[in-house]
Each structure stands twice: as C-alpha cells, then as structure tokens.
C-alpha cells in the first residue's frame, strides 16, 4: 500500500501513545476550497450536515484508505457535523460545565469524553436539593420532563443512557476524523483542544467502572452526572473526576473558585490536514479569540463495522446503538449491543485492527515509546 494510504509505523506509534495523529494534506486544496465555499455561502438555518462537499472529505480522499488501513472497515459517512466556532471574546454566561465563560481557562475548553448528554446550561444558580436540581435540569430537554429514563435526550439528541437498564451513560464508536478547512496554526483560533495522553487513564477508568458493578460513564462508579459545587450548582461532569486528578499539576491554570482543571494540547493545523483520534481521548472545541476568520472544521464519528454489521452508522452520531433522535433499535437474539459497546470502550484497541502489531510492539514496559 502507498504511504499515502496509510500510517507510517511512526505516526501509527505517536498514535498510540498521544491518542491522535495529525496527517499533513490529506485532503487536496480544491475540495478544502469547495467545503470552506459552500459553508460561507450558506442560507440562514441551512444544514450542510449532508452536503457532498463535507461527507467527500472522507470518502473521495486519502481518509478512507488510511481508516481502513489502521481500523478496518466502516460506513462511508452520509453525514457531517459542520464545526464552526465563530469569532468572540469571553463572555458572561453560565457555560455546560457551570462556570462563567471568561472565567475559564485555556480559551474556554469543556474537556470531555464524547457520547454524553447536554442540556441547555442554567443562567441562574440553582436552588434546592441535588435531586431537584438534577430533575429539573433534565426536564429541559426535547421529551419534556421524564424524570431519570433511558428515553431522556439531550438538546444533542444523545439519550440520557443508552440501554433500557441505565448501566450505561455514554455513547460510543471507534474514531474521530477532524478536517481543517482554515488556518489553524496559532493557539486561540478555535481549534479543537485534546488532553493528550488521556485515553489510556479513560480505558483504565473505564475497566475500573466495569469491574465494580457493570455500569460506565456517568452515574457509573466514581463518576456523578452533575457537579452542584460548580458556580451555578448544575455543572456537568464531563470527564472522571480521576482521570482529571491525574492531568492536574502546579502548572495548571484555575478558575476564580480555586479549582485546577487539566491543560489540554491545541492541535494546531493548516487547510486540508486530518487529525484522528481515538473515541476515548477527552477534547473540547475552544473559544476564537485570535482567529482572522470562524474557525471551520469538519468531524467525523466512525465506528468500525464489526461491532454492528447490519447497522448504518451516519458519521455524525456520537450514540449509534440508538437511533439519531435516541429511537430504540432492534438487535437479534443474543446480541447484546450495549455490552458490545461497553468491551469496546474497555478494550480500546479491540476495534484498530491495523494497530495490533504496534500496540502489541510499543505496550511493552521497554519498548520506550
């Protein structure tokens, strides 16, 4: 196979200890200037989420061949999430995680790990008792008030947890496909930020939930949905506590409250560079502060095929066990698709098959990654 087509051994090694890889001009200029084009001459309220010219920057490029190489197969994209973060300064308002926005660090990033669900943040500090706090909030959803239920989704479409017995409240695939479009080689121009290095404390955290009593996510062990600490007392907790704890140090940057919160690195890229990652890596869009121009991203959620064979997963979903809006979808006899999901997320490279001789070369205590 050309290079071209696939990871070198060295970024396939960087892969696998930082959690993403960036691919230098995989994408060639012309379809970059036909994406970026049709994204500036949208109409009001236009979805382009299934515009050719985004789902062609994995399909009709270099991206198919190179996941397939590393990863396997998997469904080409039918849809996209058109990513653009427009110029601002920070603001006043109340953000997901219950902080004011200037208040926080590192141009604003909400570190998390994908799959879990939103709901507008409050713009009051909420009173009563955690309970109440924690029904109201998810009342405000597009379902209505539901109380605590599978069928609850967030403004994101993602379900409050996936399977009906509500052990597991994250979604889940195998990679993320991030397309640059502008230039994003200087920090604070939006671009997406990742704790690098993170995905092996998810995977470890992950195994650690599993092994106490079968739940993963949040509202599994050592992980509570919501943080009634945080400035507004209905703050989510995107990311473990513990995983938090262990990318905190004296370098860290804090909010007015005292609280440290772990630096992520700002992938810093140019026009038609790709940047993959792996599902369990925490990340965050960031505030464009410093940008000539809204930051213009395009992202991919792929799952490898062999977790679901006969299930189409869009490209956009972040919960493809369910359906987009959380519709509940029919599986066979004995396939279970939550734990399916729940080994992926344990197992993190289960579903790289193009990986297994390198993981198995560089997990080794003297491989000196």
Avoid at 212 to 220: A, K
Avoid at 222 to 246: F, K, S
Avoid at 342 to 351: G, P, R
């Amino acid at each position: 196979m050309h290079l071209a087509e696939s990871m070198t051994r060295q970024q396939k090694r960087d892969f696998y200890r930082d959690g993403y890889v960036i691919l230098k001009n995989v994408v060639p200029q012309a379809m970059v200037d036909a994406a970026h084009a049709r994204i500036e001459s949208r109409g009001e309220g236009e979805n382009l989420a299934k515009a050719p010219e985004m789902t062609d920057l994995v399909n009709a490029t270099a991206v198919t061949p190179i996941l397939n190489d590393a990863m396997g197969r998997f469904d080409p994209p039918i849809a996209s999430q058109v990513a653009v973060i427009p110029r601002s300064q920070p603001g006043g308002r109340f953000n997901s995680v219950g902080y004011v926005d200037r208040d926080m660090p590192y141009y604003g990033a909400q570190t998390h790990v994908d799959g879990s669900t939103t709901m507008p943040a409050p713009q009051e500090v909420q009173e009563g008792t955690p309970e109440e706090i924690y029904r109201r909030y998810f009342a405000t959803g597009p379902k209505g008030d539901l109380g605590r239920s599978p069928d609850v989704i967030g403004i994101n479409m993602v379900p409050l947890f996936e399977d009906p017995a509500m052990t597991l409240g994250l979604g889940s695939f195998t990679a993320f496909v991030i397309v640059c479009l502008n230039d994003q080689t200087v920090e604070g121009c939006g671009q997406t930020a990742l704790l690098k290095g993170a995905h092996h404390s998810v995977e470890r955290f992950f195994r650690w939930q599993y092994e106490t009593n079968g739940h993963l996510g949040p509202e599994g062990p050592g992980w509570p949905r919501l943080n009634y600490d945080a400035p507004n007392r209905c703050g989510l907790v995107y990311i473990p506590p513990a995983v938090g704890e262990e990318f905190i140090d004296e370098t860290s940057e804090s909010t007015p409250d005292g609280r440290r919160w772990p630096r992520p690195t700002q992938i810093l890229m140019e026009p038609g560079d790709v940047c993959i990652t792996i599902y369990q890596i925490p990340h965050s869009g960031t505030r464009n502060e410093r940008g000539t121009e809204s930051r213009k991203n395009v992202i991919f959620r792929i799952r490898n095929k062999s977790r679901q064979p006969d299930k189409l997963v869009n490209g956009i979903t972040d919960h493809p066990d369910r359906g987009q809006y959380g519709e509940w979808l029919e599986y066979e006899e004995g396939n279970d698709p939550w734990e399916r999901s729940k080994y992926a997320m344990c197992h993190m490279w289960h579903e790289w098959e193009g990986m297994g001789e390198v993981v198995a070369e560089v997990a080794r205590p003297d491989a000196g990654v």
